[in-house]
């Protein structure tokens, strides 16, 4: 069928010219190559191919800003709409004024042949930030043609890409940062959140609107508070600026009975003289819901901490790994005591 205009720019084909303004602002801002410097070639493609998609689908609503009113005929829509790009190239002229797409004639004259896509840009945004200063209104230099290929010097056999002078790249605002409150026991077996965000985006026209959306956080086991899970784009929106990301901080709620050290996992427990010296056992329910029996045969003194391996907070990136459970005992001494019981005790431990 040859390019569908309309897949890649993600609307459908009832799709209005506000419809078509906010899905090349949004794609355009993603892909162009300033904002992805680590894989250029295929940011370049996909920016061309975009700007292509936009001018093209703005010529078949008839408002195309720079040919007039082509393919205002609703035949030539149809057969695009069914048979794409490649059933318009050969159809005959429209009238003495020849065919809207190509250069009108010759070799050249097959298809749709989009201006530069950095025009196309620096039109849609106004006076962009990527344009340089004496480049002049509506016109970035940063692209040089040697007048070959479909997008000017994008098609060439020259260098095509010039590194943009400091400072002229579209500003990105700090994230925005939002806290995300999780008890242990959440990251202790990790879980999944579903969150509702309303933030202020950007339309095609320029204008500022409220926008919400529900964002799904996977939260992972061990986890640590002062994680974060950043999501790209999703934060306000100005205009003249890239989205700010947002990003969501983990952070620890309290627990009952455990309390937290990295991997570890604290708890206080108290026992009676007699269990101290006598030997007792620690009963415990574990963060997934484990009964966790513990035996202690050692005299416990006060302070005394028993280890328990493996029984702590899975460690996120040592898969299967986990830390220790940490007791640390307190030792409640009797606050009075009969003669019998002192001439017991003395007895006992050979006093």
């Known amino acids: 069928m040859g ?4 897949n890649i720019l993600s609307v459908n084909k009832n799709a209005t010219e506000d419809d078509l303004k906010k899905s090349y602002r949004k794609l355009a801002m993603k892909w162009h190559p300033d904002k992805n410097r680590d894989n250029k070639k295929e940011a370049e493609a996909k920016f061309k191919q975009i700007s292509e998609a936009y001018e093209a689908s703005l010529c078949f609503l008839s408002i195309c800003p720079h040919l007039g009113s082509v393919l205002s005929d609703p035949q030539k829509r149809a057969i695009y709409d069914q048979y794409g790009e490649e059933g318009l190239k050969d159809m005959p002229p429209s ?3 020849g065919f809207p797409f190509g250069n009108g004639g010759g ?4 298809g749709f042949n989009p201006r530069n896509a950095e025009d196309i840009f620096a039109e849609f945004f106004g006076n962009s930030p990527f344009e340089f200063g004496a480049a002049g209104a509506g016109r970035s230099m940063r692209f040089q043609s040697d007048g070959g290929g479909m997008f000017g010097g994008f098609g060439s056999n020259e260098h095509v890409f010039r590194t943009y002078s400091e400072g ?8 925005v940062e939002s806290k995300l409150p999780c008890n242990l026991a959440e990251l202790y077996s990790g879980s999944t959140r579903k969150m509702k965000i309303s933030r202020t985006v950007v339309d095609g026209n320029g204008r500022q609107t409220q926008e919400s959306e529900i964002l799904t956080i996977d939260v992972k086991p061990g986890w640590k508070k002062g994680t974060k ?3 790209p784009d999703k934060g306000n929106e100005q205009p003249g600026q890239l989205p700010a990301d ?11 009975l455990y309390k937290r050290d990295s991997n570890d996992l604290i708890v206080n427990q108290k026992v009676t003289l007699a269990e101290a010296l006598g030997g007792t056992s620690v009963s415990l329910i574990t963060l997934d819901g484990r009964n966790l029996s513990i035996a202690v045969t050692d005299i416990i003194s006060p302070g005394y901490e028993l280890i328990v391996p493996k029984e702590g907070m899975p ?10 459970l940490r007791i640390i005992f307190e030792v409640k001494f009797p606050t009075r005591l009969t003669p019998e019981q002192r001439a017991g005790l003395k007895r006992a431990l050979g006093g």
């Open 3 to 6: 390019i569908d205009y309309y």
């Open 95 to 97: 009238g003495s004024g």
């Open 107 to 110: 070799g050249n004259s097959k």
């Open 168 to 175: 002229t790249a579209l500003r990105k605002p700090p994230p």
């Open 229 to 231: 899970i950043t999501f």
């Open 246 to 256: 947002l990003v969501f901080v983990i952070d620890e709620k309290p627990h009952d």
């Open 315 to 324: 460690i996120a990136k040592e898969r299967g790994n986990r830390g220790d």
